[in-house]
């Protein structure tokens, strides 16, 4: 996966509405299934449409009927809910979690994508809970996943609770070691995250950080991220 990529964060700007592809039509029939590792993945170009507070993104697909017959919840505009596979964003009240939705937002709404479905996550019945499958978007023309962009700017943490591509986690890993080591984003906040669970980390109520100290951490990853040949702000 290629690590060299450079968006720009317009902060606070969401970018203008433009029109929709014609994802329905028999030109766009971009959908591979394959196995990857023992997990079937389904792979095919979409247009993002929606990323929610709580980060979950909605995806226009081509072929909405095919999309069903394989599992996937396609409502009848052909959108699917997609939550991002192997990572955790902080959400809520927890710090960093305003900026990383921002982020993630200016990164992917009304853009062109390209997804990695992990086929047990939209099998009948495995995702009734969260009503959503879970996946690994890639922007278009490019092999750079959105959960590299965001650990190595430290706005998310790998999560192995749930379905992941095994080929994926060496450099998923690599990544957050020299973003945790360089004290980037959520790593610069002393107790945030947990490791001790071996499959993955998870946050903590850390409530002690206030807005100067975000302020800088923002700063830092702007700083450390272009290092990086990865820029998400102006």
């Not at 450079?6 to 700007?13: P, S």
Request: hydrophobic content about 40%.
């Amino acid at each position: 996966m290629k690590r060299q990529v450079t968006i720009l964060f317009l902060a606070i700007l969401i970018l203008p509405g433009c029109q929709t592809p014609d994802y329905g039509s028999e030109k766009e029939s971009t959908e591979v299934f394959e196995t990857s590792s023992g997990t079937e993945v389904a792979t095919l170009n979409g247009y993002v449409v929606e990323v929610t507070e709580d980060n979950i993104i909605r995806i226009k697909v081509p072929k909405r009927g095919e999309m069903i017959q394989k599992g996937l919840q396609v409502n009848e505009e052909g959108v699917v809910k997609v939550a991002l596979a192997s990572v955790q964003l902080p959400t809520g009240n927890l710090p960093l979690s305003e900026e990383a939705n921002a982020v993630l937002k200016n990164l992917l709404l009304n853009k062109e994508i390209s997804l990695d479905v992990l086929g047990e996550t939209a099998a009948p019945g495995q995702n009734s809970a969260l009503k959503e499958v879970q996946g690994y978007i890639h922007l278009k023309d490019t092999d750079t996943s959105i959960q590299e962009i965001l650990i190595e700017n430290g706005l998310a943490i790998i999560d192995k609770n749930a379905p992941f591509i095994k080929s994926y986690m060496p450099e998923l890993e690599k990544i957050q070691s020299a973003a945790q080591n360089n004290s980037i984003g959520v790593w610069a906040i002393d107790g945030f995250v947990d490791l001790s669970n071996t499959i993955g980390g998870k946050f903590t109520n850390v409530i002690n950080v206030n807005e100067d100290e975000i302020k800088s951490i923002l700063n830092d990853i702007q700083k450390k991220g272009k290092e990086l040949e990865i820029s998400i702000f102006n």
